[in-house]
């Protein structure tokens, strides 16, 4: 992490850490952004850190796309200088443990917008700002999970239209269709960063195998439901209910309820 010049971590005293890429002149996901970000999984994975929030800090976008030069190399390892797989870096932050949030305060695309959907939570600034797929401009597709993220976010009808025709989203589109979870509206002065750091902190204080199993549970869903699914969400829920910190808060609840039968009802403090 000594050498990392397009990153820069920071970790609050509620656990979160802020991860700001700083790219310029272009605010693109250079191979050496790539590289960074790999380096920095073990930092990220580590049991001090309860949260991550990824930002941009070029004021009109959060990253942009894949340069265009890299494109080929990338493809046919023919001078690339990515020493890590995109799609597996990409894939083991949407596998960390932990809530992962893109704050979205400027446009991301290409390879930009497919980072921040390998995010948890997509919180953006509602304003002048653009997402899209639009890699069929230049007769290719998308190339870092963008196929297979966006139709899990919206449906496939939109999934389609936005790569296809290359559409560019606003903020608020995004949100209606459901890319992007929380908008900010333009006229609050609170940026997507301070929302976003507000959620983890928010996610951070809470039990983080509790939060661990329920990402990965809720990733594995399936329709129908499955019985295996069932069986293992029981076993974590017994794994979960014997930890110290879920007895404590039982036992309080407990103590609430055998209150509120004797003396009426109280204003529980976990709101059960």
């Known amino acids: 992490m000594e050498n990392m010049t397009r990153l820069t971590v920071s970790v609050s005293e509620n656990r979160v ?3 700001t890429i700083s790219n310029p002149a272009l605010q693109i996901m250079t191979p050496a952004a790539v590289n960074e970000l790999n380096a920095l999984l073990p930092r990220l994975k580590a049991d001090d850190i309860r949260a991550v929030v990824f930002a941009g800090d070029d004021p009109d976008y959060f990253i942009r796309h894949f340069p265009v030069e890299e494109v080929d190399a990338s493809v046919t390892g023919n001078g690339s200088t990515c020493e890590a797989n995109k799609d597996d870096v990409f894939l083991e932050i949407e596998n960390l443990p932990k809530p992962v949030i893109a704050a979205l305060d400027g446009s991301a695309a290409g390879d930009g917008l497919e980072f921040a959907m390998a995010c948890d939570i997509r919180v953006a ?3 002048p700002y653009r997402f899209g797929l639009t890699e069929i401009l230049t007769s290719i597709l998308s190339g870092a999970g963008g196929t297979q993220r966006l139709p899990q976010l919206v449906d496939r009808k939109h999934a389609l239209e936005v790569m296809r025709r290359a ?3 606003s ?4 949100f209606e269709y459901g ?3 929380v908008l900010v509206p333009a006229e609050d ?3 997507a960063l301070q929302r976003a750091q507000g959620i983890a902190a928010d996610m951070a ?3 983080p195998l509790a939060v661990a199993d329920i990402k990965m549970l809720v990733r594995q869903a399936q329709a129908p439901v499955s019985s295996d699914m069932l069986r293992q969400e029981s076993r974590l829920f017994a794994d979960v209910l014997a930890t110290e910190t879920a007895q404590r ?3 309080e609840i407990a103590a609430d309820h055998k209150q509120s039968r004797q003396t009426g009802p109280q204003v529980a403090n976990i709101g059960l």
């Open 125 to 127: 600034k509602d304003g």
């Open 179 to 181: 890319l992007v979870e």
């Open 171 to 174: 903020p608020r589109q995004a």
């Open 249 to 251: 808060l039982m036992r």
């Open 205 to 207: 204080g809470r039990s």
């Open 167 to 169: 559409r560019l989203m």
């Open 17 to 19: 850490a802020t991860v």
């Open 189 to 191: 002065k609170e940026t």
